[in-house]
T-cell receptor, first 109, second 114 residues
Framework: KNEVEQSPQNLTAQEGEFITINCSYSVGISALHWLQQHPGGGIVSLFMLSSGKKKHGRLIATINIQEKHSSLHITASHPRDSAVYICAGPNFGNEKLTFGTGTRLTIIP | EPEVTQTPSHQVTQMGQEVILRCVPISNHLYFYWYRQILGQKVEFLVSFYNNEISEKSEIFDDQFSVERPDGSNFTLKIRSTKLEDSAMYFC????????????FGPGTRLTVL
């Protein structure tokens, strides 16, 4: 069973700060998902990555397969980035995603 | 841009009643999922569905739950006899090629069991 842990659980930062959210998982996975959950509850997929690094606008996701660790970075953070960020990973060979508990990010203007 | 839709957005029901939650996945996707999020808790996998059958299910997905793709577009989750602890947000998702592909989530159905 894959255990997925995130840190920190809560993060408050000033607008403009560089943000890092970490995710560790316990078993080998085929790909890791980063998701954003808006205050209203909706979930949006940000990244799905199996190696290296991906960038989309101000968001960067990295993964180290050997260390079973991924990070999500936000550059030049903005209040609209305030949301819960969730990482999720499957086990090899099955379709079941295990979710982390999420990191609640609050960006203060 | 294609999106996953879910109906209703909010369902209130009495304990013991049957509910059906409906989802319309993205039209060319082949893999479909239901997830649950109890208020204040993390998202939990319920079931995955591919090629008209369940491919994986969690321990939560007991005999009270069933899924169906009754036609080419809808994907439904049925809870036969709801319990208070079934109150949660239920999300449907779809992907083109399985769990190693990006998943697109619907907006969710909030189920309240009284």
């Amino acid at each position: 069973k894959n255990e997925v842990e995130q840190s920190p659980q809560n993060l408050t930062a000033q607008e403009g700060e560089f943000i890092t959210i970490n995710c560790s998982y316990s078993v080998g996975i085929s790909a890791l998902h980063w998701l954003q959950q808006h205050p209203g509850g909706g979930i949006v997929s940000l990244f799905m990555l199996s190696s290296g690094k991906k960038k989309h606008g101000r968001l960067i996701a990295t993964i180290n397969i050997q260390e079973k660790h991924s990070s999500l970075h936000i550059t030049a953070s903005h209040p609209r980035d305030s949301a819960v960020y969730i990482c999720a990973g499957p086990n090899f060979g099955n379709e079941k995603l295990t979710f982390g508990t999420g990191t609640r990010l609050t960006i203060i203007p | 841009e294609p999106e996953v839709t879910q109906t209703p957005s909010h369902q209130v029901t009495q304990m013991g009643q049957e509910v059906i939650l409906r989802c319309v996945p993205i039209s060319n996707h082949l893999y479909f999922y239901w997830y649950r999020q109890i208020l204040g808790q993390k998202v939990e996998f319920l079931v995955s569905f591919y090629n008209n059958e369940i491919s994986e299910k969690s321990e939560i997905f007991d005999d009270q739950f069933s899924v169906e793709r009754p036609d080419g577009s809808n994907f439904t989750l049925k809870i036969r006899s709801t319990k208070l602890e079934d109150s949660a947000m239920y999300f449907c998702a779809s992907s083109g090629s399985g769990v190693s592909d990006e998943q697109f989530f619907g907006p969710g159905t909030r189920l309240t069991v009284l």
